[in-house]
């Protein structure tokens, strides 16, 4: 679920982004009180994600604007499928129209895409997460379209778990970080690049071991090596077309990246008339 008013205040910044001033078209060639309907409409198969925050976007320009959502987020539709009616003041509408679909395009994109990897894996047992390579100021947003998506989120940010990657071992070495993170009763993830530091993470109690842009016959004596001892996870270099053989290779989880940045947003537009 999303946590309304953190997502109020993205929006308000999106918004001011947007009109600033005041949307100087609109307010030219638009009567004030010229009343309007319109359609929101995918253009492509996808995953919804967003159609509440597009609806919080209509009425935080406009109160009176009028929003029938006709699907819920994480439903799967076709091309041409209406997702909302919107009716009401037909300037508010044309000004919060670009928002509105750039949160709803941006949002659906992700879970789309993240529906494609899931769909790679079902036949195996292993979770498919994302990072923390998130649009600065979107990371809530985005992590909720994985979700919608199928996935499953690694970590909200640097706050909420332990993972030591390779420039904190350059800093203070593997078996030093893992011992200090030890103590605050936590579990610790240790990101490896080399069988050897699989050994090493291992030994010091590693409670998750992250194969780091391993190859596929590296990963593969790594989960030999490691066997139940923690939780082994795959990340780097991660696509649809590999993602599947990585899974049969009897890895827990696999993180990626591309779910968050680097997803084609989905064609998704509104069609406007008067009422």
Not at 16 to 27: L, R
Not at 108 to 116: C, D, E, F, P, V
């Amino acid at each position: 679920m999303l946590a309304e008013e953190k997502i109020r205040r993205i929006i308000k910044l999106a918004l001011e982004e947007d009109i600033g001033s005041g949307d100087i078209t609109t307010e030219t060639v638009i009567p004030a009180d010229m009343p309007a309907k319109a359609e929101i409409v995918a253009r492509q198969d996808c995953v919804v994600c967003g159609i509440e925050v597009a609806e919080l976007v209509f009425k935080m320009l406009d109160g009176c604007i009028e929003f029938k959502k006709l699907v819920k987020d994480c439903d799967a539709v076709k091309a041409n499928h209406v997702l909302a009616e919107v009716s009401g003041n037909a300037r508010s509408l044309l000004s919060a129209e670009r928002t509105a679909l750039n949160f709803l395009q941006r949002l659906s994109g992700i879970a789309t895409t993240t529906r494609k990897f899931l769909e790679k894996t079902r036949d195996y047992d292993v979770k498919l997460l994302d990072t923390r390579k998130t649009t600065p100021g979107f990371r809530l947003l985005e992590k909720y379209a994985v979700r919608c998506g199928g996935g499953e989120n690694h970590r909200m940010g640097l706050y909420d778990a332990f993972l030591i990657k390779d420039n904190h071992i350059k800093l203070v070495g593997l078996e030093n970080a893992v011992r200090m993170a030890k103590k605050l009763g936590k579990k610790v993830e240790v990101e490896v690049s080399s069988l050897n530091d699989v050994n090493r993470a291992i030994v010091a109690g590693a409670d998750v071991i992250m194969l780091d842009n391993m190859p596929f016959d590296g990963i593969k004596k790594a989960v030999k090596i490691i066997g139940k001892r923690s939780v082994i996870e795959v990340s780097g270099g991660v696509d649809e077309n590999n993602i599947s053989k990585i899974a049969n290779l009897g890895v827990d989880w696999i993180s990626v990246g591309r779910l968050t940045h680097s997803v084609p947003s989905v064609e998704i537009s509104m069609d406007i008339a008067r009422e």
